[in-house]
Every structure is written in C-alpha cells, then in structure tokens.
C-alpha cells in the first residue's frame, strides 16, 4: 500500500508464507515472491525482464541488503523503513 501510495506503476513484494501472499495480493502487490521457496533474485530479474526494480523499500536492512542489492537498475534507491533503522 505504501508502495501504491508512493506511485509505483509495479508492486512486487517478498513473503515467506502462502498466508502473506495472499495478503500481499489482497494490499496490492502485482506480483509476489515467496523468498523461502523461490530463488529472489532470479524472479525479479524475470519479473522485470532483466531490468531489476528502480526502488526497493527495506524492511531488514541489514539482513537482505546484500540480495536486494542484486535485484536493483542502475541508479535504483533503497527506502528503509523505520523498523530497519531501529535496529
């Protein structure tokens, strides 16, 4: 939703559960990415044809960092949320 609100033309979202995809869908996201059961970076780079996403917000830093990274275009942005500065 926050993504909708920001202007995103595409939503795609991570989640590590069936129960948080259908969330995700039922908030928005155009597509979803069961991190746990499909390969991240690979999906998105198919899901975008090769381009990678343009922003990216971070929900835990520093723990998916160095993955999302890969999924990013040249001159992509990373948001991180407050719960990923907290910590």
Same mark, same amino acid.
């Given at each position: 939703?926050?993504?909708?609100? #920001?202007?995103?033309?595409?939503?795609?979202?991570?989640? $590590?559960?069936?129960?948080?995809?259908?969330?995700?869908r /039922?908030?928005? +996201? /155009?597509?979803?990415? /069961?991190?746990k059961t499909? *390969?991240?970076v690979? &999906?998105?780079?198919?899901?975008?044809?090769?381009?990678?996403?343009?922003?990216?917000?971070? #929900? /835990? #830093? *520093? $723990?998916? +960092? *160095? !993955? !999302?990274? &890969?999924?990013?275009? *040249?001159?992509?942005? $990373?948001?991180?949320?407050? +719960? +990923? &500065? $907290?910590?």
């Open positions: 939703q926050f993504a909708a609100r #920001m202007g995103a033309a595409r939503i795609i979202t991570t989640v $590590s559960s069936n129960a948080k995809a259908k969330l995700a /039922d908030a928005g +996201a /155009d597509d979803v990415i /069961d991190y499909e *390969p991240l690979e &999906r998105v780079h198919e899901l975008t044809k090769g381009a990678g996403v343009d922003r990216i917000i971070e #929900m /835990d #830093m *520093p $723990s998916t +960092a *160095p !993955t !999302t990274s &890969r999924c990013c275009a *040249p001159a992509a942005r $990373s948001w991180p949320t407050a +719960a +990923a &500065r $907290s910590r």
